[in-house]
């Protein structure tokens, strides 16, 4: 992998990396990155619930 891609996959659990790699086959950087914006606007819509995005949201940014 490369590029961007390669940082977003690492930063997927050592159990779902080989299911994040297969994601980004075939992908360029921009297609990868646009994948993982949908992966994650997916779920949030579904949660629906703002504090609970907004928890999500501060966990993630702070790794």
């Given at each position: 992998?490369?590029?961007?891609?390669?940082?977003?996959?690492?930063?997927?659990?050592?159990?779902?990396?080989?299911?994040?790699?297969?994601?980004?086959?075939?992908?360029?950087?921009?297609?990868?990155?646009?994948?993982?914006?949908?992966l994650t606007l997916i779920p949030m819509n579904r949660i629906g619930k703002r504090d609970v995005l907004?928890?999500?949201?501060?966990?993630?940014?702070?790794?």
């Amino acid at each position: 992998m490369h590029g961007k891609q390669g940082q977003l996959c690492s930063a997927t659990s050592r159990r779902s990396a080989p299911v994040a790699a297969r994601l980004h086959d075939g992908l360029s950087d921009e297609e990868s990155l646009r994948l993982w914006a949908r992966l994650t606007l997916i779920p949030m819509n579904r949660i629906g619930k703002r504090d609970v995005l907004l928890a999500a949201i501060d966990k993630a940014r702070k790794g």
